[in-house]
């Protein structure tokens, strides 16, 4: 069984551009979640999509957003990139909303902006 | 603000040794509380969950501790192996709310030979 694929895998952008972060959830898995992971700052949540809808988002500004598409892949768009947004994007996917356990994250895509 | 603190940031043990990852929270909403094992270059994996109805759950080397009345909860990882080196991460959810997993901010464990 694949796992969650993250794609890209490395993404440098200039401040002020926009990325854009793709992820694909385990065949069946109907709930994604993004998570930031800064250095030293653990996995900060920010944004949770389950059936095509955004269910919760985090304490995030909102040049942060995403979208879920009808196969339940997900996007995760970062619009007027600061230097500040430098860190590891990270996407899991659950079955139920987690209710039966935890999540399964991806590698993740390591963005850098400069 | 964290919702939950985990301590200590980093954790140097020998091989054979006990290694231990503690966690508090705060929300008593919270019903669900996973560990998660990190290696350099991976995301989290699940290690091993516990729900508050149990004070104990055990999966070979590696054991959670949970005190309610506390609102804390721990790893221990008895017998520690240098493959055990790794980052560990605490959550909580809610799951019949808003079912957001939080974590700590990790520790970055060391296994000496």
């Known amino acids: 069984e694949a796992g969650v694929t993250q794609s890209p895998t490395h993404l440098i952008k200039t401040r002020g551009q926009q990325a854009t972060l793709r992820c694909s959830p385990i065949s069946g898995h109907t709930s994604v979640y993004w998570y930031q992971q800064a250095l030293g700052l653990g996995l900060q949540f920010l944004l949770w999509?389950?059936?095509?809808?955004?269910?919760n988002r985090g304490n995030f500004p909102p040049r942060f957003s995403g979208r879920q598409f009808p196969n339940y892949s997900s996007e995760l768009n970062v619009n007027a990139l600061e230097l500040e947004d430098s860190a590891l994007y990270l996407c899991?996917?659950?079955?139920?909303?987690?209710?039966?356990?935890?999540?399964?994250f991806g590698s993740g895509t390591r963005l850098t902006v400069v | 603000q964290q919702q939950v603190k985990q301590s200590p940031q980093s954790l140097i043990v020998q091989k054979g040794g006990i290694s231990i990852i503690n966690c508090a929270y705060e929300n008593t909403a919270f019903d669900y509380f996973p560990w998660y094992q990190q290696f350099p270059g991976k995301g989290p994996a699940l290690l091993i969950a516990i729900r508050p109805d149990v004070s104990e759950k055990k999966e070979g080397r590696f054991t959670i501790s949970f005190n309610k009345s506390a609102k804390q909860f721990s790893l221990h990882i008895m017998d520690s192996q240098p493959g055990d080196s790794a980052t560990y991460f605490c959550a909580a959810s809610d799951q019949t709310g808003a079912n957001n997993l939080f974590f700590g901010t990790g520790t970055r464990l060391t296994v000496i030979p």
């Open positions: 899991a996917s659950s079955l139920d909303r987690g209710r039966s356990g935890g999540y399964t």
């Open positions: 999509y389950d059936e095509g809808e955004e269910r």
